[in-house]
């Protein structure tokens, strides 16, 4: 079946499998332009992408998403489903809302989307 790019035509989870990927990328593109070791890079970028460092993404970006973001991501908090046997199932479903958002944005509004990573990547250094 061949699925639309459309973000309106996709669901959360598939939004969300999209999201999860751009997320990683992101994660490996700001990790990338420090020098290190490959293993430490991996762990580095692991913790990043986890879920309970998503539900905390979501969590800081809440303030500012739009009325329509926030109800993306609870479509996409809705339908996460089971967590894994090691993990929390909130997390995990605040995770998924993070994801489908992210996902959403990277097909329908990048410059939106690189605002919010801006603001997360602010939030890590510390920077409001």
Same mark, same amino acid.
């Given at each position: 079946? %061949?699925?639309?790019?459309?973000?309106? +035509? &996709?669901?959360?989870?598939?939004?969300? *499998?999209?999201? #999860?990927?751009? *997320?990683?990328? @992101?994660? !490996?593109? !700001?990790?990338?332009?420090?020098?290190?070791?490959?293993?430490? /890079? @991996?762990?580095? +970028?692991?913790?990043? +992408?986890?879920? !309970?460092?998503?539900?905390?993404?979501?969590?800081? &970006?809440?303030?500012?998403?739009?009325?329509? %973001?926030?109800? /993306?991501?609870?479509?996409?908090?809705?339908?996460?489903?089971?967590?894994?046997?090691?993990?929390?199932?909130?997390?995990?479903?605040?995770?998924?809302?993070?994801?489908?958002?992210?996902?959403? &944005?990277? &097909?329908? #509004?990048?410059?939106?989307?690189? #605002?919010?990573? #801006? /603001?997360?990547?602010?939030?890590?250094?510390?920077?409001?």
């Amino acid at each position: 079946m %061949e699925t639309s790019g459309d973000p309106d +035509v &996709l669901g959360p989870l598939q939004l969300a *499998w999209l999201g #999860d990927a751009v *997320w990683e990328l @992101h994660q !490996r593109m !700001r990790y990338s332009k420090r020098p290190a070791r490959s293993k430490f /890079l @991996h762990n580095a +970028v692991v913790s990043e +992408v986890q879920a !309970r460092a998503q539900a905390q993404a979501i969590k800081d &970006l809440q303030p500012h998403l739009s009325d329509l %973001e926030k109800d /993306l991501v609870r479509r996409g908090r809705n339908k996460a489903g089971r967590a894994p046997k090691n993990g929390d199932a909130a997390t995990y479903a605040m995770a998924t809302g993070f994801e489908t958002i992210v996902g959403w &944005l990277f &097909l329908s #509004d990048p410059q939106r989307l690189a #605002d919010l990573f #801006d /603001l997360l990547d602010q939030e890590s250094k510390g920077i409001k």
